[in-house]
């Protein structure tokens, strides 16, 4: 009864919600499809309802991101316009895709995802918004290039980001290692010294 409410509840978009707490949480690698359906409550092979495979869930998890960049540009850019509107749409573009998981972990992490179609919709549509905006034919800078480099920053960010990190659990097993090295050696130390006290015990017993 609980199995069959939770499916009738169940849609697409809780399926691509849930995929995007998952990677966000966990990391892309933690994205399977046992994971979501777990995370769910229903069983793997009624996800198959829904995605027809963890592929096509990235898909559609880029997607649902890049829309809502989109929907995030278009109100951050309202009443902005020239070079101030066109900076102010790099800025946003940057600190969302820096700052969410989801997207630049597929984006970045998987080519293959960036040629597909639907998300090459998205991606496209974002470029128009920002072709509309007021700027003059005089300025220098192109649209296509300040996306292009803004892209490439978001890379080399996000980068240092997942350097930092990996640095920082790298230096956290270090210091659990040496914790555990000393206490090893601290439980060494008071066997030891246990021994030679019960040592000392039972010569003085022998003695008297």
């Given at each position: 009864?609980?199995?069959?409410?939770?499916?009738?509840?169940l849609d697409r978009s809780k399926v691509i919600d849930?995929?995007?707490?998952?990677?966000?949480?966990?990391?892309?690698?933690?994205?399977?499809?046992?994971?979501?359906?777990?995370?769910?409550?229903?069983?793997?092979?009624?996800?198959?309802?829904?995605?027809?495979?963890?592929?096509?869930?990235?898909?559609?998890?880029?997607?649902?991101?890049?829309?809502?960049?989109?929907?995030?540009?278009?109100?951050?850019?309202?009443?902005?316009?020239?070079?101030?509107?066109?900076?102010?749409?790099?800025?946003?573009?940057?600190?969302?895709?820096?700052?969410?998981?989801?997207?630049?972990?597929?984006?970045?992490?998987?080519?293959?995802?960036?040629?597909?179609?639907?998300?090459?919709?998205?991606?496209?549509?974002?470029?128009?918004?920002?072709?509309?905006?007021?700027?003059?034919?005089?300025?220098?800078?192109?649209?296509?290039?300040?996306?292009?480099?803004?892209?490439?920053?978001?890379?080399?960010?996000?980068?240092?980001?997942?350097?930092?990190?990996?640095?920082?659990?790298?230096?956290?097993?270090?210091?659990?290692?040496?914790?555990?090295?000393?206490?090893?050696?601290?439980?060494?130390?008071?066997?030891?010294?246990?021994?030679?006290?019960?040592?000392?015990?039972?010569?003085?017993?022998?003695?008297?």
């Amino acid at each position: 009864m609980i199995i069959l409410a939770k499916k009738r509840a169940l849609d697409r978009s809780k399926v691509i919600d849930q995929a995007i707490t998952i990677i966000s949480e966990k990391g892309l690698s933690e994205l399977t499809m046992p994971t979501v359906a777990k995370a769910l409550g229903i069983r793997s092979q009624s996800l198959y309802h829904y995605v027809a495979n963890r592929n096509d869930l990235l898909v559609l998890v880029c997607v649902n991101r890049l829309q809502v960049l989109r929907q995030h540009l278009t109100k951050k850019i309202i009443g902005h316009s020239g070079l101030d509107a066109l900076f102010r749409f790099a800025d946003e573009i940057r600190d969302f895709l820096l700052h969410d998981k989801a997207i630049s972990s597929i984006y970045y992490g998987l080519n293959e995802y960036v040629q597909n179609e639907q998300i090459r919709e998205e991606v496209l549509k974002i470029v128009d918004l920002g072709e509309k905006l007021d700027v003059g034919k005089k300025n220098v800078v192109s649209l296509h290039s300040l996306l292009g480099a803004v892209l490439g920053y978001v890379f080399l960010d996000r980068y240092v980001i997942d350097e930092t990190e990996k640095e920082a659990e790298a230096m956290k097993a270090q210091a659990e290692a040496k914790k555990f090295t000393m206490e090893q050696e601290a439980e060494g130390i008071r066997t030891k010294g246990l021994a030679e006290a019960e040592a000392i015990r039972a010569k003085a017993i022998a003695e008297a």
